[in-house]
């Protein structure tokens, strides 16, 4: 059975089947599965790649995957820090005309990270509760 997913910003008709999500199969994606090797190689966990299923889209395996326990450890922290980075991206660019960030700040985009910045350093104890460490 599938499960439409909604809320990702680069793919329409994403589905999960099972213990996999499926995505449309596009020209960069054998570039992208085999950069995602590379990274996997080099000791970064990321969703193992299936290949195509039968209605030709990418499948990847998503649940099973786990951060080892130092990154778990770090995360509640990391994401605040990380959200605060996007946000001063965001406003340098804003700052010194650079685009399209320049507008996506101005259109709001900037407010919103710094508010998830926010909400991330003033939950991280709550963060760390969900993750378990």
Same mark, same amino acid.
């Given at each position: 059975?599938?499960?439409?997913?909604?809320?990702?910003?680069?793919?329409?008709?994403?589905?999960?089947?099972?213990?996999?999500?499926?995505?449309?199969?596009?020209?960069?994606?054998?570039?992208?599965?085999?950069?995602?090797?590379?990274?996997?190689?080099?000791?970064?966990?990321?969703?193992?790649?299936?290949?195509?299923?039968?209605?030709?889209?990418?499948?990847?395996?998503?649940?099973? *995957?786990?951060?080892?326990?130092?990154?778990?450890?770090?995360?509640?922290?990391?994401?605040?820090?990380?959200?605060?980075?996007?946000?001063?991206?965001?406003?340098?660019?804003?700052?010194?005309?650079?685009?399209?960030?320049?507008?996506?700040?101005?259109?709001?985009?900037?407010? *919103?990270?710094?508010?998830?910045?926010? *909400?991330?350093?003033?939950?991280?104890?709550?963060?760390?509760?969900?993750?378990?460490?």
């Amino acid at each position: 059975m599938e499960e439409p997913l909604a809320g990702g910003n680069a793919t329409a008709s994403v589905v999960r089947v099972g213990e996999t999500v499926r995505k449309p199969w596009l020209s960069s994606t054998p570039a992208v599965a085999r950069l995602m090797a590379v990274v996997q190689d080099a000791g970064i966990d990321v969703p193992a790649h299936l290949g195509a299923d039968a209605a030709a889209r990418l499948a990847a395996i998503i649940d099973g *995957y786990a951060p080892a326990d130092e990154l778990r450890a770090a995360l509640p922290a990391t994401l605040g820090t990380r959200a605060a980075a996007m946000h001063a991206m965001l406003r340098d660019a804003a700052a010194s005309g650079v685009e399209p960030w320049s507008t996506m700040f101005t259109e709001g985009h900037g407010a *919103y990270w710094a508010g998830v910045a926010e *909400y991330a350093r003033t939950h991280e104890a709550e963060w760390a509760r969900a993750l378990d460490v």
